[in-house]
């Protein structure tokens, strides 16, 4: 399913929401998020210096600070009690949208059909 990020400020309550309403229409979770290397670099420019409380590492750390490098902290991840979507770059898509899907096996260079979804209704456009 495609949608619009209108308000970036709000990207993570807008990517759990949808996330909410792709569950309710297909009876399972995206596991990915894809969107625009541009759109990934807001939403972590957005996380890094306005949302670094709602940010942790793998091992569950809050709040973390700024790599050690002085860098931003750059997100692989959407991360809920009820599910997790792995972010990836799709730079076919336009600036402020992005794609949820669910891949029952993803291996990154395929999006392979769920048993139990139609065909084209994995991933709605």
């Known amino acids: 399913m495609k949608f619009t990020l209108r308000n970036l400020r709000n990207w993570d309550s807008i990517v759990f929401e949808k996330a909410n309403r792709f569950h309710s229409k297909f009876r399972v979770y995206p596991n990915i998020l894809q969107a625009s290397s541009v759109t990934f670099h807001q939403i972590d420019m957005i ?26 902290v750059s997100l692989g991840c959407f991360c809920s009690e009820e599910f997790e979507i792995d972010f990836a770059v799709d730079d076919n898509l336009q600036l402020n949208k992005f794609q949820l899907i669910f891949d029952d096996n993803p291996e990154w260079g395929d999006v ?14």
């Open 47 to 72: 996380a890094n210096f306005l949302g670094r409380d709602k940010l942790q590492n793998e091992q569950g750390i809050k709040s973390y600070p700024i790599t050690e490098n002085g860098s931003l």
């Open 112 to 125: 392979e059909r769920h048993e139990d979804l139609p065909i084209g209704e994995l991933v709605c456009i």
